[in-house]
């Protein structure tokens, strides 16, 4: 089927649904889902891993309302973004630059562009761990691994830009890669359940939202941090890692360069004002599900694992967070100069600390963050060496392998706005596209210890105090007369299209705060500069919409 078919067939269905109900629009829009995939490959990478493991070991099942919650919100504004582009027809950056202002603009690209570069040696680490540990079981071929990666996702990148059957070749291989990855964790959960392992009562409570734990522990400490030498210091650290990890879960769920990828992605597929109501069940088929699926299944393996349990961890491991407590905190500061740094020093230490008590070293131990392939280990023993390790592997590498494509794809975007009329569409798609996973290769150099930091900090810092500012940006080109005209919801929905923008945008704004705010790049308050940014950013996007619409 050519483009121009498949576009036709699009508006069949979307005139054929038209005067039928909610359910039977989505099961319409369901048979020409497109985009929506592209959103749901990029969210389910290690940020989306790494947050769902930790949440099941820092709450058991208690948070499995958090993921989704975080990613309704980010549909929420999608929807709004996805609403402007198919109204207007035109590319959001110089939407933004010429009807708000530019610094929104070109904060929104800059942002996108770092996220893309530093972002993909997460996804590269993440996929080659997967094929070596879980599929081949041994640390060899490291360099071949890394580069096989990036071939792929140079490749697909390829078909992506392709015309005619290229195109539709790169929708099935994401289609596919996403569904891959639901299939191999319900998998992991299936095993589970066959083995009588799971508190069918308590992952039900767990999608009800509980916000007692930003303030509280989990119950399962309860009696631990009775027994501790600090009772008090330790209600405070576990409430404040669970409200931290609660935010970080919101912000892996929706990232500031998936906000710049669903709009031309849209404007590719030739999608127009038509299109707008099958848009936002594409993403509600494309990204909700897979995403809701994926990190349920892997939070509901990580509590049954890890939360409330401490045999499965090396004592040495807990230190750094022992070297927390006040009593352990002044006995490293009484060291030495010359041992202060000493590490072999330090964990003697703490390790005869005369305060502590064992209720001490088992809290640290339950709250010490696993990776997957310590997931996969403790699952052996209940779903089999081929789920356990093999299937999960599986699901690992494909949501690496799936986000270093997007990644690539969304930087190859972005350079095309900025040098397309310099160099010319295609070469400026794939030196974007090319810089972007070379930055992924380069992992083993630079995604460890201080390097990491140094990478991650501003990283996270910029693109998590705009991912805010993009909300509220779209959230005033819904409301601008001047950009949408007669298209521009009035009445009830656009009362209904404001109230869920403000509690999304409300909720990102809070959780960027939280998140970030605190972060210290060395002894520079990156947080604190970040925020500063993003408030002068909020000023300067509300002034310029005033002052514009009245002009209109």
Not at 165 to 194: C, E, N, P, T, Y
Not at 293 to 304: E, F, K, N
Not at 500 to 516: E, P
Request: charged share 15%; glycine share 10%; proline share 4%.
């Amino acid at each position: 089927m050519s483009n121009k078919d498949q576009y036709q067939r699009e508006l069949d269905v979307i005139e054929e649904v038209k005067d039928k109900g909610p359910l039977g629009k989505f099961l319409g829009y369901a048979k020409i889902s497109g985009p929506g995939w592209l959103q749901g490959a990029i969210t389910l990478g290690s940020g989306s891993l790494a947050g769902a493991l930790y949440l099941g070991v820092v709450s058991g099942n208690s948070l499995l309302w958090v993921q989704p919650l975080a990613m309704i919100c980010g549909i929420i504004m999608l929807s709004a973004i996805a609403y402007v582009t198919l109204s207007t027809q035109q590319r959001p950056l110089r939407l933004i630059n010429q009807h708000l202002h530019p610094l929104l603009g070109w904060s929104w690209l800059i942002a996108t562009i770092m996220a893309n570069i530093v972002w993909t040696m997460p996804q590269f680490s993440l996929g080659t761990a997967a094929i070596q540990q879980n599929l081949l079981g041994a640390e060899r071929f490291q360099w071949p691994i890394i580069f096989s990666l990036f071939g792929i996702g140079l490749y697909v990148n390829y078909l992506y830009q392709a015309e005619g059957g290229g195109a539709k070749l790169f929708d099935r291989i994401i289609k596919v890669m996403v569904g891959l990855i639901m299939l191999s964790f319900i998998a992991v959960v299936g095993s589970l359940v066959f083995s009588g392992k799971l508190d069918f009562g308590g992952i039900l409570a767990g999608f009800i939202p509980d916000l007692s734990l930003l303030s509280s522990p989990a119950s399962t400490f309860a009696e631990d941090i009775a027994a501790s030498s600090d009772p008090a210091w330790w209600t405070k650290h576990i409430s404040d890692t669970q409200k931290s990890k609660i935010f970080a879960a919101f912000g892996t769920a929706v990232g500031i360069n998936m906000t710049f990828l669903l709009p031309y992605t849209l404007l590719k597929k030739k999608w127009g004002a038509k299109h707008r109501g099958l848009s936002i069940t594409d993403l509600s088929i494309g990204l909700f599900v897979p995403f809701f699926l994926a990190t349920a299944c892997v939070v509901i393996a990580s509590a049954s694992s890890f939360h409330g349990k401490s045999a499965d961890v090396d004592p040495l491991k807990t230190y750094p967070t022992l070297a927390k407590m006040e009593s352990v905190a002044s006995l490293l500061k009484d060291l030495p100069a010359e041992t202060q740094e000493d590490l072999a020093a330090r964990n003697a230490v703490i390790a005869s600390a005369p305060d502590l008590k064992d209720a001490d070293y088992k809290l640290a131990s339950m709250l010490h963050s696993r990776d997957a392939d310590a997931l996969a280990i403790t699952l052996k023993p209940f779903t089999g060496e081929v789920i356990g390790q093999k299937v999960f592997g599986v699901g690992v590498l494909g949501m690496a392998i799936s986000t270093i494509i997007i990644l690539m794809l969304i930087n190859g975007l972005a350079f095309q706005e900025l040098f397309a009329e310099a160099m010319g569409s295609k070469p400026a798609y794939f030196l974007g596209c090319t810089i972007s996973g070379l930055s992924g290769c380069l992992f083993p150099f630079f995604w460890s210890g201080e390097s990491k930091a140094a990478l991650a900090i501003p990283t996270s810092v910029i693109g998590g105090s705009l991912i805010p500012i993009a909300y509220f940006t779209f959230f005033l080109l819904m409301n601008s007369k001047k950009v949408l005209g007669d298209k521009r919801p009035e009445g009830r929905a656009r009362l209904i299209w404001n109230s869920l923008m403000i509690f999304a945008t409300t909720v990102a704004t809070v959780g960027t705060y939280w998140a970030t705010s605190a972060k210290k790049f060395g002894n520079f308050p990156a947080g604190t500069v970040g925020m500063a940014f993003l408030l002068l950013l909020f000023i300067v996007g509300t002034l310029s919409f005033i002052a514009k619409e009245r002009k209109a």
